[in-house]
């Protein structure tokens, strides 16, 4: 398994402190970000392992055409993960190309912010409007709906090239960041979510490869 060590907030380099822990030049100490070069079947078996009870999520099943190109986790050995990103590419008839990226996380860990865009204001968690009044959008893990809200990224860069929303599933935030913008209709469609750290055997029918999105 060869994965590189990044921070969750942002892409600075970072370093060993020697204590077993990790730094980074912005954010201090951090709980370490772990995501491979090349998103593979043997590097996803690897991210199970070091994510462990922590759900990992991705839209079931996957349509024709659309693979994993990207996942990560934040966690520390021999601890509870915080975080982890999955994202699928493919295509649509009206966006074309189209990255989904899903993020589970602990309430204060940032990467859901740092992908969303909105790492450079400062937040490391969705504001207020997740919440306010009905959800938007609704989406199931397993029999469950999960409702979500729009998060608006107008302070970001490029803040007309993504959608986000979030809710909250088992106690986490769960952020969905599509590119572009307006794939946001994708989700209209009562999109399934399954943790896939309980799937077993299927996973090796999974597609894998392809471009990683810019986060």
Known sequence: MSLRVG???CPAPVG???KGG??????????PLWRPDTASYEEFVGHLGRAGA???????????????????????????????MTCVS??????????V???????????????AGLGRTGRVDPGEEVG???????VRIGSFPVGLWPVSVSASDGEWDRSVVVGEAEGRWLWIVLRPASAILLLR???????????????VALPFGGPAPPW
């Open 54 to 84: 922590f759900p990992t999520y991705l839209p079931w099943p996957l349509g024709p055409g659309w693979s994993v190109t990207d996942f990560a986790v934040a966690g520390e050995q021999e601890r509870e993960a915080r975080a982890t």
């Open 90 to 99: 493919g295509t649509s008839a009206l966006d074309g190309p189209v990255d």
């Open 7 to 9: 921070c969750p907030h």
């Open 22 to 31: 990790w730094s980074c030049p912005e954010h201090g100490e951090i709980v």
């Open 16 to 18: 060993e402190t020697g």
């Open 189 to 203: 469609d009562d999109w399934i979510l399954r943790d896939v750290s309980e799937t077993g055997p299927q996973l």
């Open 132 to 138: 306010e009044g009905p959800p938007t959008i609704k």
């Open 101 to 115: 990226l899903v993020i589970s996380e602990e309430p204060g860990t940032g990467l859901g912010a740092r992908i």
